[in-house]
């Protein structure tokens, strides 16, 4: 009994494990769009069973990660430009909500905590302006922790983990937005701004602004697929 229940734990860790990496891949684009995922190719790279690999596809196809036909196997979820605007209409509608809630609520805690991401992410676009792309994966976390700190301080965790989700899968799109193309743009003074307005309680300027940052990630994605 005791070595079934070890047995069911060390699968479940397995599985944990190999969707975070799957993910992971797909999410920083190391896999491109529509690629097939080999169950087999995935279990020699990350060391576990196919079943495990087969369990966490699943998950990813449940998020909408990855799709799985009959006969055909699994593939990563494709992109487009149709996807990542409803994907954008979402993230404002939310995310603006979530902003409303956190200046209404917002202490010195999350005061804090905004100017110290803030700070963060600063350095990490300062090393991206110099060039240097194999900082790109630093700049996504210090980006994250920035926006999820300006609705720190929201109350609905519904609300916080429906945009959590939106967040994930605009990940991939703004990698590519990220990656050159002709509207790239200094994103860094965006962030300024919307320190600045959040920390002084102007919402309905804050909220205006994270709609405008969000739309110019969607326009630069759309710019670069066409002419590529």
């Known amino acids: 009994m005791i070595k079934a229940a070890q047995a069911t734990d060390e ?6 494990s190999a ?23 995935l279990s020699q790279r990350h060391g576990t069973s196919a079943s495990a690999i087969r369990e966490a596809l699943s998950r990813l196809v449940s998020e909408g990660l990855a799709t799985m036909e009959e006969q055909k196997g699994f593939r ?16 404002v509608m939310l995310e603006t909500e979530a902003l409303r809630h956190a200046l209404a609520l917002g202490g010195d805690e999350w005061e804090s905590n ?3 991401t803030y700070y963060r992410l600063a350095r990490a676009e300062e090393r991206l302006a110099s060039g240097d792309n194999e900082s790109i994966s630093d700049w996504e976390m210090r980006h994250r922790d920035f926006h999820d700190a300006l609705v720190g301080a929201c109350d609905s965790q519904w609300l916080l983990r429906l945009r ?35 920390l002084a309680r102007e919402t309905e300027k804050a909220c205006a602004l994270i709609a405008q940052h969000f739309l110019k990630t969607y326009e630069t994605y759309r710019a670069n697929v066409e002419v590529s």
């Not at 990496?21 to 995922?37: F, H, Y």
């Not at 990563?76 to 993230?91: C, G, Q, Y």
């Open 11 to 16: 699968t479940r860790t397995l599985t944990e």
């Open 76 to 91: 990563v979820a494709p992109m487009s430009v149709r996807e990542f605007r409803e994907i954008t209409d979402l993230r």
């Open 19 to 41: 969707y975070r990496l799957i993910r992971s891949d797909i999410l920083s684009g190391l896999v491109a769009p529509k690629d097939k995922l080999h169950i087999s190719d």
């Open 114 to 116: 905004i100017v110290a």
């Open 164 to 198: 959590s989700s939106l967040y994930d899968h605009s990940r991939r799109y703004r990698k590519r937005s990220l990656l050159g193309g002709p509207l790239r743009r200094d994103s860094s003074v965006e962030h300024q701004m919307l320190q600045t307005t959040a």
